[in-house]
């Protein structure tokens, strides 16, 4: 009698209906766009997250720091954020979430001055992020590696005032006048590496 090998059954997946709480530690970096500014365009990052999470709520706080352009100098960005966490089963969890913090723009060019500018901005983020951990539905400490795209508004920008002097070869000085606008609306990809102790399925 000839034997058929059976098929394995596949896990199911189901929205989880108790979830319980977890506690996440992440690093995470990116690229992003920032449209709307003199100061920077295309930028890196690197920081780090802080999240809680309880049945479908999210909390937490987040520091990031881009890299620093030659012309244009960087920023950090800080804050907090609030939100829903949807987790499945077997599958993928999603979170949406809203942050507001405070983007600090530097530029040390001796155009604006001797220490060049310093400037905080307080601004809004909206964030779609998924992510997985390593065991669905272990308890316990895990690894998790997610995405995220956050969209981020400086809620009140400023011009920043720049000059300098150069000699013509005739040795008549001349004096450059001009300005810089400070802060716009940034849309940021983003990858996380995270550990999470979670109690609950």
């Known amino acids: 009698m000839a034997l058929h090998p059976t098929t394995p059954e596949r896990a199911p997946i189901y929205f989880?209906?108790?979830p319980g709480w977890a506690i996440e530690l992440a690093a995470r970096g990116g690229?992003?766009?920032l449209a709307g500014s003199d100061a920077r365009g295309?930028?890196?990052f690197g920081g780090g997250l802080l999240?809680?999470?309880?049945k479908y709520y999210e909390l937490g706080g987040f520091l990031d720091k881009s890299d620093n352009a030659d012309a244009g100098g960087g920023f950090t960005h800080f804050g907090g954020f609030a939100?829903?966490?949807l987790p499945y089963h077997n599958w993928v969890d999603f979170e949406i979430a809203a942050a507001?913090?405070?983007?600090?723009?530097?530029?040390t060019d001796p155009r604006y001055g001797a220490n060049g500018y310093s400037i905080g901005l307080p601004a809004?983020?909206?964030?779609?992020g998924v992510s997985d951990r390593a065991r669905s539905g272990d308890r316990g400490i895990g690894g998790r590696v997610g995405g995220q795209l956050i969209m981020t508004g400086d809620l009140a920008q400023k011009d920043r005032p720049w000059s300098y002097v150069q000699e013509s070869s005739t040795g008549e000085v001349i004096e450059t006048k001009g300005t810089t606008h400070v802060g716009g609306v940034s849309v940021s990809f983003v990858l996380t590496l995270a550990l999470d102790y979670s109690e609950g399925p």
């Open 100 to 107: 507001l913090g405070s983007r600090h723009y530097t530029d």
């Open 42 to 44: 295309a930028f890196a």
């Open 31 to 33: 690229l992003g766009a």
């Open 83 to 85: 939100g829903a966490w």
């Open 51 to 54: 999240r809680g999470r309880y």
């Open 16 to 18: 989880e209906t108790e």
């Open 124 to 128: 809004l983020s909206f964030i779609v």
